[in-house]
């Protein structure tokens, strides 16, 4: 299995969930597909159409009036990688390979950026994870991941559910010597197969 970056980035509403991450597969025919299915989702469930991304690197879903639209990409992680950088509003991304370019665009971020005191702390140590950065100069929201590769990276079967957590944005799971994770739940309103109800009873017991 190869390391692979799998970038999902939106513009429309609940853009600040846009993320970046680490996933294995076989192969970039797999990443390829599995972008094509995630932006399938999407897409069906919005009613958009989907097209080729960034000369093949995955797929982007947009909407009828091109004004809200988002992409799944995928980059196999064939040398050491500091993180990514995601603008949202543009659906787009830059890898950071360095330590010193990583820093250099944290400069640049609190040069030009808007964001508040603990963030700019997180940006100033260079260890920014998740850090959002509003309004740059040229007016797009900037997100800051920084992506450990060497990471072991989880199958759902590979670990054992342990707690609830708070039952909305993340779960904790177990592997089998005990090592707790948070897992973020991620939910896909699935708005082509909607189905009408009478009341709310019917919709949560049938």
């Known amino acids: 299995m190869k390391r692979y970056i799998i970038i999902d980035t939106w513009n429309g509403e609940g853009y600040t969930d846009s993320t970046a991450g680490i996933y294995l597969f076989e192969n970039d025919a ?28 995955g797929y982007r879903y947009k909407g009828s009036d091109d004004d809200d639209h988002g992409a799944f990409a995928f980059l196999e992680v064939t040398k050491p990688i500091k993180g990514v950088i995601l603008s949202p509003c543009v659906n787009h991304y830059t890898v950071i390979d360095t330590q010193k370019e990583w820093d250099n665009q944290i400069r640049i971020a609190l040069r030009d950026g808007e964001y508040d005191e603990d963030q700019e702390a997180l940006l100033k140590s260079g260890n920014a994870h998740t850090v959002f950065v509003h309004a740059n100069k040229m007016d797009n929201d900037m997100f800051f991941f920084e992506l450990d590769v060497n990471a072991k990276v989880f199958d759902e079967g590979d670990l054992e559910f342990d707690d609830g957590g708070d039952g909305v944005e993340y779960e904790v799971w177990k592997d089998d010597d ?23 009873h019917e919709a949560k017991f049938g």
Request: hydrophobic residues 35%; positive net charge; contains cysteine.
């Open 30 to 57: 797999k990443a390829k597909e599995y972008c094509l299915n995630k932006a399938k989702d999407q897409a069906d469930a919005m009613g958009t159409i989907i097209e080729q991304f960034r000369g093949g690197e």
């Open 178 to 200: 005990g090592q707790l994770y948070k897992i973020e739940i991620q939910i896909v309103r699935d708005f082509a197969n909607a189905t009408k109800v009478k009341s709310y």
